[in-house]
Nanobody, 119 residues
Framework: QVQLVESGGGLVQAGGSLRLSCAASGRTFSSYDVAWFRQAPGKDREFVGSIRGRDGVTYYADSVKGRFTISREYAKNTVHLQMNSLKPEDTAVYYC????????????WGQGTQVTVSA
């Protein structure tokens, strides 16, 4: 069983930065793939990016590529989402999710953290 807890959300002006963290319990978390999703009011949940457990390879949605970076601290069972050059359209609740590869579905989800970007 894996439990995920996000932190680091808040209010920031456009052009600013935030770093979200996803802290996990579980001894085998290092082998899990982890993804970030977001959901804005009235919109579907959107994939933001992911990081593979076995080698740290990352993938990003086109909407955040070049602005967001996912990293992993294996010793701390933590995954970070560094968000730079934030835009008002990045406003959403951000969720981290984890699953064993190969990913069919992410089985474990955090509670979400609100990110609000003001114009």
């Amino acid at each position: 069983q894996v439990q995920l807890v996000e932190s680091g959300g808040g209010l920031v002006q456009a052009g600013g930065s935030l770093r979200l963290s996803c802290a996990a319990s579980g001894r085998t978390f290092s082998s899990y793939d982890v993804a970030w999703f977001r959901q804005a009011p009235g919109k579907d949940r959107e994939f933001v990016g992911s990081i593979r457990g076995r080698d740290g390879v990352t993938y990003y949605a086109d909407s955040v590529k070049g602005r967001f970076t996912i990293s992993r601290e294996y010793a701390k069972n933590t995954v970070h989402l560094q968000m730079n050059s934030l835009k008002p359209e990045d406003t959403a609740v951000y969720y981290c999710a984890a699953g064993r590869p190969p990913i069919v579905t992410y089985n474990y989800w955090g509670q979400g953290t609100q990110v609000t970007v003001s114009a």
